[in-house]
């Protein structure tokens, strides 16, 4: 077992900008030990008055987009304007030990050895709904820390789009240009909640297709119903190889900031997903009290099989795995 | 207090298609009576082998795009071409009671009257979750009482645009012709999700107008990320009082059952849909005992509120609720 710090010990390292401390500190709230848990929290309660004044935020795209190019060069430009970068990755299937982010190390090393940049690879052997609660509160952690450019990658499969875009403030969609088969790893939707999409690998005998790439999608998004926040999504294009492109996302990125601070969008949704926060721990937690039983996995299990072919209605299923619920559940909540 | 059946003697009558007691068995789903629970959940287990094969086809719109009259419109053809058609609503904020269906009889009057069509509105009083459920139920019993086309209906704002994409196999997204405004209440990621749009009101010195939308929708559409049904959302017109187009439409919500069924897709659809209700049933079953005690209703307010103004920690107040609940609860679980 690693060393433990009070929790004031680990503030006050943090807010004074302690990268080793920020790195304990994060591998304490990933910790599923229910001794670092209250150790956590209490440094959650001192460090909140502290966080928040960053700008978030996600990028996501299929597996061939470029995203850790994007970001490397991204992320680069952003350090050398004098900004704190730390890059966090939301990945529920990645298998990697706690210790090891030798992967992501390698992926993005000038980045990581930028003097402004941090980066961070995934909270490990999560369900997504773990990973995302750990990578909430890294960044946090990050923020206390001053890092006040927080970027958030997710792989792009599955659920973790929405789940990152209910932690950003500005959720960036990287594409190729060629429409078609590239979209497929896409999840429906996702184009639509999108706040910018960039156009990559826009060089070389590629540029005039993905500048007619970007007119399209331009145009499609004018069809799509309007954000709440006023903001009418731009489509960019650019070249990590080349840095090209890449200052006008920045800037982009940062006029949202400027309009949705100015007509006061930027902190109701940053309180409406702290509240969309609140409820998702509350159901994780209780379905973690739903699931834990052995049995229950069995009898589930069993369901599943009859109402997915249609021989057991789900309203008698339901019936059966609350009773069994009700008559077996344990005491507690485990993490 | 109205007069109940044993389930038998509803399944029996049902199988029929006797429609006064389709009626009578939608109000015993809907009713929060424990004894009826019992006998609707024994009810839907006789009939579970009867029900399914149907077309269930959501239909959603913003207020103004002519919802009722296409509905009314389109509806007559189908039941002018022997089908049996049951039109519901997924109406979370209706406030009509039990018994007053004044007001959708009066939208739908010519469809109502017609011998081969149901129109019955949304189950009020119930949270999304609720009517959700009651409409899924009702479905089902339409099914069983031999209906064979099934049109959902929902209000399209909020949620109820997701909840009916859950429960049907073809979701239509009725639209204006200029783009702009009107899309103000549509949900994004809604469009992404259609299987087809429909420019309404394509009558008099509108027709171009909506012919340029139509030719517009399918280019953007081009750009989406392909369903996993390998079917390719189609953009049409129609007018419901010069009744043109709607046989397009009826011929492409077939060609499309007609691509599922081949290709597999429309069974695995409604395999996963099905599990997907029991899991939302057991989610808002743990809900319910979470939220039935009143203190518990005080405690979260007052949490979500210094959650919401970044005063306390999310993990915190997930404890001091959780802590709350696992002290206080108490035994079963009331629908």
Redesign the interface.
């Known amino acids: 077992m690693k060393r433990r710090f009070r929790p004031e010990e680990y503030a006050q390292k943090l807010l004074e900008g302690d990268i080793v401390m920020l790195s304990q500190a994060i591998t304490l709230v990933e910790s599923r030990l229910e001794s670092d848990r209250l150790i956590?929290?209490k440094l959650?309660?001192i460090i909140?008055?502290h966080?928040?004044k960053s700008i978030r935020v996600g990028i996501t795209g299929v597996p061939g987009v470029g995203k850790s190019t994007f970001i490397e060069s991204f992320g680069s430009l952003i350090a050398n304007q004098g900004h704190k970068l730390a890059v966090l990755t939301i990945d529920p299937s990645s298998q990697r030990s706690g210790g090891s982010i030798l992967g992501d190390k390698t992926r993005m090393e000038s980045l990581s050895n930028h003097p402004n940049a941090y980066v961070r690879p995934s909270a490990s052997g999560h369900s997504l709904g773990g990973v995302q609660?750990k990578t909430?509160?890294t960044m946090?952690l990050c923020e206390a820390a001053g890092f006040d450019v927080i970027l958030i990658e997710t792989v792009g499969v599955g659920q973790s789009e929405v789940a990152v875009e209910g932690m950003v403030d500005f959720f960036l969609l990287l594409m190729l240009s060629g429409?078609g088969d590239e979209?497929?790893?896409?999840?429906?939707?996702?184009?639509?909640?999108a706040d910018s999409l960039v156009i990559t690998k826009s060089d070389g005998d590629n540029i005039d297709r993905s500048k007619l790439a970007a007119r399209?999608?331009q145009?499609?998004l004018?069809?799509?119903?309007?954000?709440d926040s006023g903001w009418i999504p731009k489509v960019m294009t650019c070249s990590a190889v080349e840095n090209s492109g890449l200052d006008h996302i920045w800037n982009t990125i940062k006029e949202y900031e400027s309009l949705c601070k100015s007509n006061g969008y930027f902190g109701e949704k940053?309180?409406?997903q702290?509240?969309k926060?609140?409820k998702e721990?509350?159901?994780s937690?209780?379905?973690q009290?739903?699931y834990q039983d052995e049995g229950m996995a069995f009898l589930m299990k069993n369901?599943?099989r009859q109402?997915?072919?249609?021989?057991?209605?789900?309203?008698?299923?339901?019936?059966q795995?609350?009773e069994y619920f009700?008559n077996n559940r344990k005491?507690?909540?485990k993490d």
């Open positions: 956590a929290e959650m309660e909140l008055p966080v928040g609660e909430r509160e946090l429409a979209l497929q790893g896409i999840k429906r939707g996702i184009m639509e909640i399209q999608y145009n499609a004018h069809l799509f119903p309007p954000s940053r309180a409406s702290n509240l926060w609140l721990n509350i159901q937690k209780l379905n009290m739903f369901i599943e109402v997915s072919n249609d021989v057991l209605p789900v309203n008698v299923g339901v019936r795995l609350m009700l005491e507690g909540v």
